[in-house]
């Protein structure tokens, strides 16, 4: 994938980022611990890559993850992403109606939407390819309804990442940077004169 500006916009943090990275048909967060823009940039490119695809089936959790199962099975649903600070949220939600027009069955389950929270640790990544694909450390897999599918994947090597079926942001989070710049900033400064104020009153 070449950086497409419909993609970011003005965002001249999210260029930057995206030239430093070199991503192609992936977002790999493999040259230092993923951050808030990083992680800003996993929700453009799962939005990039998931316009307009129909995801269908359950949610499917690796053996070797310690992190809940995600209880979501739907025959069309769509998916799509948004980032606070260190935390990117998908969003699944279920079709009225199928690719044909056709009216999803009244016993289908689930008929509304489902948040799942993640926090990257220190290597996680979403990374969209072809079921033949799917990096090894693929720790939880949403599936297209298209034959031959494709899969979205939350990848975790180091599997410090984690995600919260249900979840809703941090209550605790201080501004984010990608969006709450003006609050951010004045965070900042206030940590910045407490810490000079400290040394000064610290000081022989």
């Known amino acids: 994938m070449t950086f497409d500006d419909n993609l970011f916009g003005n965002n001249a943090c999210c260029k930057d980022l995206w030239d430093c990275v070199g991503v192609k048909h992936s977002f790999y967060c493999c040259i230092k611990m993923p951050e808030g823009p990083e ?24 053996e070797v993850s310690k992190n809940p199962e995600v209880a979501f099975t739907c025959q069309s649903y769509r998916i799509t992403a948004t980032s606070r600070g260190k935390e990117v949220k998908l969003t699944l939600t279920p079709m009225k109606s199928d690719d044909n027009g056709e ?18 640790g220190m290597s996680g990544y979403f990374r969209f390819t072809s079921e033949d694909e799917v990096p090894k450390h693929a720790h939880l897999r949403f599936y297209t309804k298209e034959k031959p599918c494709r899969v979205l994947s939350f990848v975790d090597a180091r599997r410090f990442g984690s995600w919260q079926p249900n979840g809703t942001w941090q209550p605790d ?17 206030r940590i910045s004169l407490v810490i000079s104020t400290s040394k000064i009153l610290l000081s022989p």
């Open 103 to 120: 009216q999803r069955s009244k016993g289908e389950q689930p008929d509304q939407p489902m948040d799942i929270v993640f926090r990257f």
């Open 173 to 189: 989070r201080g501004p984010c940077i990608m969006f709450e710049y003006k609050s951010f900033r004045f965070v900042m400064l």
């Open 39 to 62: 992680l800003h940039l996993a929700s453009l490119y799962v939005n990039k890559m998931c316009d307009g695809v129909v995801f269908s089936g359950p949610v499917i959790k690796s």
